[in-house]
């Protein structure tokens, strides 16, 4: 199938994808574990998910499918929207790899001024030694060279270069000096840890090998998306390269029985041992691991000490959050600017500057208040992710020592019917949330989404209401019971107002 993306097509998308069974019952999970999906079935979930990104739905995207193995060709506004079609076509039920061909739209930028970004970008990102770093940049596509001590580094580099408005394409040449002394015994033990205690792969057996540096991966993971998580975490010190082509990825995978062991009984030795090896393989936090002191009592945990970056201090949080049996993180780490001293003046104009040179937010008008190091953001975004990208860019910011949020988030609201939005979250249910137990129930009220049922983590409740956002609910009110979490949940989880 080879269609191209608009708006008039997504509700006629989404009435074909809905079997009757569908239609008129409350489950979005009847037929989820349903593997025998057409190449159609498949393209079609895709399109109708892209056409609900209302960011993305502007470019022309063309979804083939076959056996698995998705095509996206046409056409993205930015690098960064390619990216995200990407993510929505790996996140899909029953598709195996992805071809992205997408071309972006070169800007009327010029060269020298994306170069000027790039390069404040990377310097103002913790985990990038800039120096050590090349810039090239013609017709809008960014040529990165040099070394650095991780591949991690090495994606994080990328990352940081693609967010920049105007940059088309990334050809990341850096190469990874293998600086650690870490052996293949040590760094395969590494790995394993960092796989187990994660909450994305709670659900994921796979074996680790490594073998002269190089970590090669063998088992199944339920999606694409999920494989790509593999392939990060395993991106850690003294890895040259990882080889996950051995991975299968089959949307029945997941091992429900295996995720009930690992949280039946999880030791605060154990979360603490577990928050100590992600901070030092993290290329943003391992600087810091002395600095920082962890305190775990019954699965929530303390952060405290002394960093330099407020960056800093916001990632320990998200990876404490992020480990098997932690329900809470209290993150009482201080932010402290040692000989160095920065107007609020100063904080305001590179924090404005930032915003500005980030492909998602270049066309918000995002006010920026500073006190006492102390940043607020004003002004209203269209989606939570532009919230959080915002708070992202501030908190990087030299000087920054806290970030109050502001933004509100308004949407552009697409008139949609009930029935309309409900098919929408019960396609997105169906492809892309793929536990297998879940049983979700789902009723539409003059816009707002009432959500009723079981998901079996804190990280599949958020899916959904995210997915919810996506299908064009406005007020998605979330019920759901979470049986391995309590129910305070992480700092990260948010509710939409």
């Keep these: 199938m080879n269609t191209l993306i608009n708006h008039s097509l997504s509700l006629l998308i989404v009435a074909a994808l809905l079997s009757p069974k569908h239609a008129s019952g409350q489950s979005g999970q009847e037929n989820a574990n349903n593997t025998n999906l057409s190449d159609n079935e498949i393209a079609s979930a895709i399109e109708a998910d892209i056409a609900d990104a209302s960011r993305i739905a502007g470019g022309e995207i063309n979804v083939d499918a076959s056996s698995g193995l998705v095509t996206l060709s046409g056409t993205a506004t930015s ?80 990352l940081a270069a693609s967010g920049v408005t105007g940059v088309v394409k990334v050809d990341n040449q850096i190469a990874v000096s293998l600086s650690s002394d870490r052996t293949d015994k040590d760094i395969a033990e590494e790995i394993r840890g960092l796989i187990v205690h994660s909450v994305y792969l709670d659900d994921v057996q796979v074996d680790v090998r490594v073998e002269g540096h190089v970590a090669k991966l063998s088992g199944s993971a339920p999606s694409a998306e999920t494989k790509d998580r593999l392939e990060q975490i395993a991106e850690i010190w003294g890895v040259s390269a990882v080889d996950v082509t051995a991975v299968k990825v089959d949307p029945n995978s997941a091992d429900e029985s295996q995720r009930r062991r690992r949280w039946a009984k999880v030791s605060e030795e154990e979360i603490q041992a577990a928050i100590s090896r992600s901070f030092r393989n993290d290329p943003i936090v391992f600087s810091h691991v002395d600095a920082i002191a962890t305190e775990a009592n019954e699965g929530t945990v303390r952060l405290t000490g002394t960093v330099n970056r407020l960056r800093t201090k916001n990632r320990a949080e998200r990876l404490a959050s992020d480990i098997v049996g932690v329900h809470r993180v209290l993150n009482e780490i201080e932010v402290e600017y040692r000989n160095e001293e920065f107007s609020d003046m100063e904080i305001i104009h590179e924090t404005q500057a930032a915003i500005r040179r980030s492909a998602n937010l270049d066309q918000r008008d995002i006010r920026v208040h500073c006190q006492r190091a102390h940043v607020s953001l004003y002004g209203i975004v269209d989606s939570e992710l532009e919230k959080q990208v915002a708070e992202w860019i501030a908190d990087g910011v030299t000087g920054v020592v806290h970030v109050n949020n502001l933004l509100a988030v308004e949407p552009k609201w697409r008139e949609k019917s009930d029935d309309a939005i409900k098919f929408a979250l019960l396609r997105k249910l169906k492809y892309a949330l793929l536990d297998k137990n879940d049983q979700i129930e789902v009723t539409v009220k003059n816009g707002t989404a009432i959500l009723r049922g079981e998901v079996a983590t804190w990280r599949q409740w958020q899916r959904v209401m995210d997915l919810a956002l996506e299908a064009g609910a406005r007020h998605p009110h979330n019920m759901l019971n979470v049986p391995y979490h309590p129910p305070h949940g992480a700092s990260r989880i948010y509710v939409p107002r």
Excluded: C, H, W, Y
């Excluded at 071309?103 to 390069?119: C, G, L, N, P």
């Excluded at 810039?135 to 994606?155: N, Q, Y």
């Design 79 to 158: 690098l960064l929207d390619k990216r995200m079609a990407d993510t929505i076509a790996k996140r899909t039920r029953g598709v195996t790899a992805v071809l992205n061909q997408l071309i972006v739209i070169t800007s009327d930028r010029s060269d020298d001024d994306i170069r000027a970004d790039v390069e404040k970008v990377l310097r103002i990102n913790d985990s990038v030694d800039e120096p050590r770093i090349a810039i090239d940049v013609s017709g809008g596509e960014v040529a990165l060279t040099g070394k650095v001590a991780s591949l991690a580094e090495k994606r994080i580099a990328e």
